[in-house]
Nanobody, 126 residues
Framework: QVQLTESGGGSVQAGGSLRLSCVNS????????MAWFRQPPGQVREGVAA????????YYGDSVKGRFTVSRGKTNNTLYLQMNSLKPEDTATYFC???????????????????WGQGTQVTVSS
């Protein structure tokens, strides 16, 4: 049973930074993929960043390239998202997602991921 728990969200002014963490407390063996998604109020869930595959390929959404960095912890049961130069449009609930194996539709497709955390709120004020 996979249990993902996010932390690190909060409120920050534009231009600031936050670091999100996601821990799989039921870690047994490395995930094929782990990712961050976000969902602003009233909008669809958007792929933000992901690490996947045996060689840890990284993916970033266009809106966060150059500002956000995704990384895994050494034990592979932790995922991080370093968010710099935050903008008001980054305001959303951020979700951690993970997948061992199964249908793969790409790192930005929520249907690629079977396991989800409860989310952590990020609010960026102008």
């Amino acid at each position: 049973q996979v249990q993902l728990t996010e932390s690190g969200g909060g409120s920050v002014q534009a231009g600031g930074s936050l670091r999100l963490s996601c821990v799989n407390s039921e870690y047994t063996y490395p995930m094929y993929a782990m990712a961050w998604f976000r969902q602003p109020p009233g909008q669809v869930r958007e792929g933000v960043a992901a690490i996947y595959g045996g060689e840890d390929i990284t993916y970033y959404g266009d809106s966060v390239k150059g500002r956000f960095t995704v990384s895994r912890g050494k034990t592979n049961n932790t995922l991080y998202l370093q968010m710099n130069s935050l903008k008001p449009e980054d305001t959303a609930t951020y979700f951690c997602a993970a997948q061992y194996a199964g249908a793969w539709y790409g790192p930005s497709d929520p249907d690629s991921f079977s396991y989800w955390g409860q989310g952590t709120q990020v609010t960026v004020s102008s």
